[in-house]
């Protein structure tokens, strides 16, 4: 289960970079702004989704299931941090390192990185929500699964009047 929310967190994300690298084409912030609040809505749904479909079967919520996409995103995020004294310049300062924390990231920190009223304004609290979203939303959908799966087994015809 772990593996797999790790593998739809990796395709999820290419499949982000690829949707951004058409919808940014045009930097007309209006454009850019509507653009990247739906490309963040549809995150959200995709996360959500891909939760619902993993984690098919399982009757109770096990909080490391989902937890992996996180603990290494704040681990990468720590260890960026650390290596480049706070610094968030990863294209020319000694922040290079935060480079490959982006990379993981990118499904979230690209559209909120492109939207003009927050460009250069992403500070280490907002970098660090975007490692943990992910997960926050695999385990949203798993807990939809787990809900629509028990409350169906509780369920008998015998409760609806006929």
């Known amino acids: 289960m772990k593996l797999k929310s790790l593998l739809s967190h990796l395709v999820i994300s290419l499949l982000s970079l690829w ?14 702004t509507i653009y990247a609040i739906i490309h963040i809505l549809i995150l959200f749904a995709a996360y959500s989704y891909s939760g619902y479909v993993i984690f098919r079967g399982e ?10 996409i996180a603990i290494i995103g704040c681990s990468l995020w720590l260890i960026c941090i650390v290596d480049s004294g706070g610094d968030l310049d990863w294209k020319n300062g000694p922040g290079g390192i935060w480079l490959f924390y982006h990379l993981y990231t ?4 690209l559209p909120f990185s492109l939207l003009p009223q927050l460009n250069n304004t992403l500070n280490l609290i907002l970098l660090l929500l975007f490692s943990i979203l992910p997960s926050f939303f695999l385990m949203l959908g798993g807990y939809f699964r787990i809900r629509n799966e028990t409350h169906s087994r509780n369920v008998n015809l015998t409760d609806f009047p006929s």
């Open 59 to 68: 009757n109770k919520m096990k909080l490391w299931n989902y937890a992996l």
């Open 19 to 32: 949707v951004l690298g058409y919808g940014y084409l045009d930097y007309n912030s209006l454009w850019s």
């Open 106 to 109: 990118i499904g979230f920190n």
